[in-house]
């Protein structure tokens, strides 16, 4: 069975940085699509930022310019750098992939998330 779990969460003050990373575990043969999302108290889920196999990269427009998205293929790892962090990037961030299992199944993939809080 494919997993996500994420890390790299945590308290940091305002203008701080924090890199998020997403794991996955398991047999996998592909992925075609990942991203991350985040769900702040009292809000719903939102997107923060995709990447698709071929580094295509899309990030919603409040995180342009602060937020990088990346992945490292071999360890099947994707990444969120996030930089001059405010109090209203606290949120629980989740990641997500696309991703065809070793026995040829096609699952779309979340993880369990990780707490980032900014204050000072």
């Known amino acids: 069975q494919v997993q996500l779990v994420e890390s790299g969460g945590g308290l940091v003050q305002p203008g701080g940085s924090l890199r998020l990373s997403c794991d996955a575990s398991g047999s996998v043969y592909s992925i075609n699509h990942m991203g991350w999302y985040r769900q702040a108290p009292g809000k719903q889920r939102e997107l923060v930022a995709t990447?698709?196999?071929?580094?295509?990269?899309n990030y919603v427009d409040s995180v342009k310019g602060r937020f990088t998205i990346s992945k490292e293929n071999a360890k099947n790892t994707l990444y969120l750098q996030m930089n001059s962090l405010k109090p209203d990037h606290t949120a629980v961030y989740y990641c997500t992939m696309s991703v065809v299992t070793a026995a040829g199944r096609y699952l779309q993939l979340w993880g369990p998330g990780t707490l980032v809080s900014v204050s000072s």
């Open positions: 990447i698709n196999s071929g580094d295509y990269r």
